[in-house]
T-cell receptor, first 115, second 111 residues
Framework: GAVVSQHPSRVICKSGTSVKIECRSL??????MFWYRQFPKQSLMLMAT?????????EQGVEKDKFLINHASLTLSTLTVTSAHPEDSSFYIC???????????FGNGTRLTVT | QKEVEQDPGPLSVPEGAIVSLNCTYS??????FMWYRQYSRKGPELLMY????GNKEDGRFTAQVDKSSKYISLFIRDSQPSDSATYLC???????????FGAGTTVTVRA
């Protein structure tokens, strides 16, 4: 079964509003979670690494003020897309490891549509 | 040149056939290799995870890693329509959790 839960699975919002996406690790503690973005028929692009209790590490080209990441507990990381615009419409997926040197497990993704 | 190369397909096979997928990579530091299956509008699901050269089998799935050739493969035996999905290879260096993904290969198994 899924070890990473992501919510919501789908969200539609108006341009200029903010959207929060939650990623929870089930039955394990995740000191590190990862946020990816996926465009149609393309592979996953790492946006940022979320570290519990500290600031997230963003990949080059990803605006940290637009994509706010908070990892307030060992089981929850949130991604907030601020002042969303239609070009932010995408599939956002979080992931976490169940242990050291273990493979990543992914959530089921959130499809964001900005109108 | 991309760090990980994967033919995007699409690949269409009849039910029962063997599906053969592969990726090549350029970074010799990669030590951990994974295959994920992704259904439409879903997150990737881990299928296979290996960290050494050779073969690993799990049910109908066999993963092969050839580090000398920088080449990994996934074989699906007795393919079923439910295997129709996009298959992503991924890899990372030891103790580095940033995965490098292939583009994904879309597979359709025809009933």
């Amino acid at each position: 079964g899924a070890v990473v839960s992501q919510h919501p699975s789908r969200v539609i919002c108006k341009s200029g509003t903010s959207v929060k996406i939650e990623c929870r690790s089930l039955d394990f503690q995740a000191t590190t979670m990862f946020w990816y973005r996926q465009f149609p028929k393309q592979s996953l692009m790492l946006m940022a690494t979320s570290n519990e209790g500290s600031k997230a590490t963003y990949e080059q080209g990803v605006e940290k003020d637009k994509f706010l990441i908070n990892h307030a507990s060992l089981t929850l990381s949130t991604l907030t897309v601020t002042s969303a615009h239609p070009e932010d419409s995408s599939f956002y997926i979080c992931s976490a490891m169940t242990g050291t040197n273990s493979p990543l497990h992914f959530g089921n993704g959130t499809r964001l549509t900005v109108t | 040149q991309k760090e990980v190369e994967q033919d995007p397909g699409p690949l269409s096979v009849p039910e029962g056939a063997i599906v053969s997928l592969n990726c090549t990579y350029s970074n010799s530091a990669f030590q951990y290799f994974m295959w994920y299956r992704q259904y439409s509008r879903k997150g990737p699901e881990l299928l296979m995870y290996t960290y050494s050269s050779g073969n690993k089998e799990d049910g109908r799935f066999t993963a092969q890693v050839d580090k000398s050739s920088k080449y990994i493969s996934l074989f699906i035996r007795d393919s079923q329509p439910s295997d129709s999905a996009t298959y992503l290879c991924a890899m990372s260096p030891s103790n580095d959790y940033k995965l490098s993904f292939g583009a994904g290969t879309t597979v359709t198994v025809r009933a």
